[in-house]
């Protein structure tokens, strides 16, 4: 079965909401956590929404992890979200430390507790969540022509932190009492620590672009 986007389905995550983004603009996916599949698509997006352990336990369990770094080393298209970010680090501290994908050098580390804002008023609350600004830079294709100031949905307590060597494929950055990744992009890879799918009419946009992204690597691989 050759699917022209598939959505991993690894048991967590908000994989329905991501269906129905991409449904709202006539991209048709598929769920699965089929490896076979996987091997087949010509565009993959992980979407996740909690702890970084489970994930990787998840995934692992599901023998998808060695099907997820062959596609992103032959450069099938991939997407990102939230926790899919911080999954391709070589390493997480939450609950200890859980070795990651590896495929960008860095790690995954929690909000300090008592961070202030930039009014230097009451600790922010931890998980970062809500809508926040960030700064683009570089140019990802499915970031480009987004308005200056967008803001995008947030929900995590732990974030990227990159080593010298994954500097250069920082796409956005953002601002929660600590600077943070919120995209980063290397080649047919990509990733957004906020949730396009819950972003509105931008959010729908980013996920247009890299549908797009996928249709034409399909094309070229014909």
Not at 108 to 114: D, I, K, L, S
Request: net charge negative.
């Amino acid at each position: 079965m050759t699917a022209e986007i598939v959505v991993v389905d690894y048991g967590m995550g908000n994989v329905l909401s991501v269906r129905n983004a991409l449904a709202k603009i006539g991209a048709k996916a598929v769920l699965s956590d089929d490896p076979g599949v996987l091997e087949a698509a010509k565009g993959v997006i992980l979407p996740g929404v909690g702890g970084f352990p489970e994930c990787m336990g998840a995934l692992e369990s599901a023998g998808l992890t060695g099907p997820l770094r062959r596609a992103i080393e032959e450069g099938v298209p991939y997407l990102g979200i939230c926790l899919g970010l911080q999954i391709l680090f070589e390493e997480s501290e939450e609950f200890g430390s859980t070795p990651g994908l590896g495929i960008l050098p860095g790690r995954v580390r929690r909000f300090p507790e008592g961070m202030t804002g930039n009014s230097g008023a009451l600790p922010l609350k931890i998980p970062h969540m809500g809508w926040n600004q960030p700064q683009f830079r570089g140019e990802s294709p499915i970031l480009a022509g987004l308005p200056s100031g967008a803001h995008f949905y947030f929900v995590h307590s732990y974030y990227a932190e990159p080593s010298e060597a994954a500097r250069p494929w920082i796409a956005a950055t953002c601002d929660f009492g600590v600077p943070f990744i919120a995209s980063v992009h290397r080649g047919n890879l990509f990733a957004t620590q906020f949730h396009p799918e819950k972003s509105g009419a931008l959010g729908l946009g980013i996920l247009r672009e890299f549908v797009e992204i996928c249709r034409a690597h399909k094309a070229a691989s014909a």
